[in-house]
């Protein structure tokens, strides 16, 4: 055990067990497009977790992508038409 997970159970922070670390860590394998497409059970807790901040970061890309494209498309429409409401309510 590491001196700081004992000084954090120590100061009355719960522990994550080493056992519930492999556990989210294999959640996290299977969520994981890259690692999933290339059914490796043999990535790394490291390698996961690269993977996993990788993936979230293009998500947010993606989700700012699509915000900009919505927000382009509103402007070329009727602001009081039926589509307009339903774009900005994507947007909100």
Known sequence: MSSRRS???SA???RISDEQIIEL???????LPEIRERR???ASASKVLQET????????REVD???ERLSQL????DADSAE???IRSLIM
């Open 7 to 9: 000084r954090q159970s």
């Open 12 to 14: 009355g922070v719960s």
């Open 25 to 31: 860590i294999s959640k996290l394998r299977q969520l």
């Open 40 to 42: 490796s059970d043999k």
């Open 53 to 60: 901040c990788n993936y979230i970061r293009n998500l947010h």
């Open 65 to 67: 992508d699509l915000s």
């Open 74 to 77: 509103l402007a070329t429409i």
């Open 84 to 86: 307009a409401a339903i």
